[in-house]
């Protein structure tokens, strides 16, 4: 079997199919937002220098170390990438 074959298959309910009367969630007033609840913003780093750029370029590779990578290492290196741009 594959990579990427599908092993198993769990059916769900579309909404339509849901037993019961469907429910309407509206506001006539949009309620206001307390500031208190807000985490304040993170701080913006500046990764325009020449220190900043090579701390994230090393951790790409070639092309040809991409093509040798078996799933385990693939899915490890997506997820630093992942890293790399979320923080």
């Not at 298959?9 to 019961?20: A, D, I, N, Q, R």
């Not at 969630?25 to 500031?35: A, E, G, L, N, S």
């Not at 913006?44 to 799933?71: P, R, T, V």
Request: aromatic share 14%.
């Amino acid at each position: 079997m594959g990579p990427f074959q599908e092993q198993k298959t769990v059916k769900t309910m579309s909404p339509l199919e849901c037993p019961g009367e469907p429910q309407v969630f509206k506001y006539t007033v949009f309620p206001k937002m307390d500031p208190a609840r807000f985490y304040p913003p993170r701080k913006i780093e500046c990764y325009n220098s020449e220190e900043a750029a090579g701390l994230h370029l090393k951790s790409l590779i070639n092309n040809e170390q991409l093509s040798k990578m078996n799933e385990s290492e693939w899915a490890r290196y997506l997820s630093e990438i992942v890293y790399i741009l979320w923080f």
